[in-house]
């Protein structure tokens, strides 16, 4: 009887490896995809920071895609472009934008309170989120993830800069990172790249 | 037979000296001294970036020295001979310009203040978004699609100027 068992593990086990070994084989990376696809995806905590309209969680957004962006409003090129790159990706995906939530997160907590993050990201798309939090909880997110930021010296009129990743992540219906896009991608590359995350992942 | 051919050569050649001699005179009498070349800028497809933000510029709780910011680009061409150089710029729509440049740095954005931007001769110099740009810090009003600034750039060798940008998205 135990030696039937343990056979019959076996053969479970060896089924389950096969299927994950043609699982990988089948789902390479899509050679259309501009951002960097991340096959497994990697696991990335959940968050708990705040916008004008209360706490926010990434797992509030369970079942949807997430579009991570690290900004501050203060900033008068970078962050604007990367949103206004987002707002016009989510026209182009028409009705598909209702599976992706772009949130964007202050690397500047001192100076982004919830209304001024929030407001801001909503100036670009109403649907867009701002959050922060304190010095410390926003470090936390930004490690989690690997987002480097750090103030810069400014000027006595603009105050100080910060320095920061400029690249976006791609959060799956799980809230795993599933993609990176880097700074230069354009709004039809987001486009058609959530397009075929909606649809196959 | 020598020294005639020589009399005769010298004299070919005093007569072309004479014949060549008094046109140039004259023409150098004629003409101006060539003048040293200039440059020439041509601003191109200057805009502004919209501000954001509900009433950004007058949250009263934020004490800071700077509320909003913007940005505005344009296409800088020197058609001329002489290479020139963005010195400064300023406008009423912002308590201060700076000239400044976002620069990758191995996927980090950084954005550093530049001193000035050098326009060679016969080349354009883009200001454009993830590069070049005038910073507008501490807005003194919200700027929105369709409405214009008045900028007014200084330039080290073809003086100051006043361009007209309007404010639009990328």
């Given at each position: 009887m135990k030696r039937l068992t343990i056979l019959a593990s076996a053969v479970v086990l060896l089924l389950i490896l096969l299927a994950a070994l043609v699982y990988t084989v089948v789902t390479n990376r899509p050679p259309e995809l501009a951002g960097t696809y991340l096959e497994p995806p990697v696991n990335a905590a959940d968050f708990e920071l705040t916008s004008v309209d209360g706490t926010v969680r990434k797992s509030d957004f369970r079942g949807r895609f997430v579009v991570l962006f690290f900004g501050y409003?203060?900033?008068?090129d970078v962050c604007p472009t990367t949103l206004a790159r987002l707002r016009t990706a989510m026209d182009l995906l028409g009705p598909g934008a209702g599976e992706v939530q772009v949130v964007m997160v202050s690397v500047d907590p001192e100076r982004d309170t919830p209304e001024r993050v929030s407001s801001y990201a909503q100036a670009f798309n109403p649907g867009f989120i701002g959050v922060t939090g304190t010095p410390e909880e926003v470090a936390a997110v930004a490690a989690d993830y690997g987002i480097f930021h750090a103030r810069a010296e400014g000027s006595p009129e603009t105050g100080y800069l910060v320095d920061h990743t400029a690249a976006v992540m791609v959060l799956d219906r799980d809230g795993n990172t599933r993609m990176i896009w880097s700074f230069e991608i354009t709004p039809e590359q987001v486009a058609s790249d959530l397009e075929y995350l909606i649809e196959h992942v | 037979m020598g020294s005639g051919a020589t009399a005769g050569s010298k004299r070919m050649k005093s007569i072309y000296a004479r014949g060549l001699l008094l046109p140039a005179l004259v023409s150098l009498a004629a003409c101006q001294p060539t003048p040293p070349p200039v440059s020439e800028i041509r601003v191109e497809d200057a805009w502004a970036r919209p501000s954001r933000g509900a009433s950004m510029t007058t949250e009263g709780s934020d004490s800071r020295a700077v509320t909003a910011t913007s940005a505005v680009y344009m296409v800088l061409h020197n058609e001329g001979g002489r290479g020139d150089t963005l010195l400064a710029a300023r406008t009423d729509a912002a308590r201060a310009v700076e000239i400044h440049e976002s620069r990758m740095d191995g996927g980090v954005m950084r954005m550093r203040r530049a001193d000035r931007v050098e326009i060679p001769a016969g080349e354009a110099v883009r200001l454009k978004p993830g590069g070049l740009h005038l910073m507008l810090v501490g807005l003194t009003r919200e700027l929105a699609v369709g409405d214009e600034l008045r900028v007014e750039i200084d330039l080290a060798d073809a003086g100051s100027r006043t361009i007209i940008v309007p404010v639009r998205e990328p």
């Open positions: 409003t203060f900033c008068p | -």
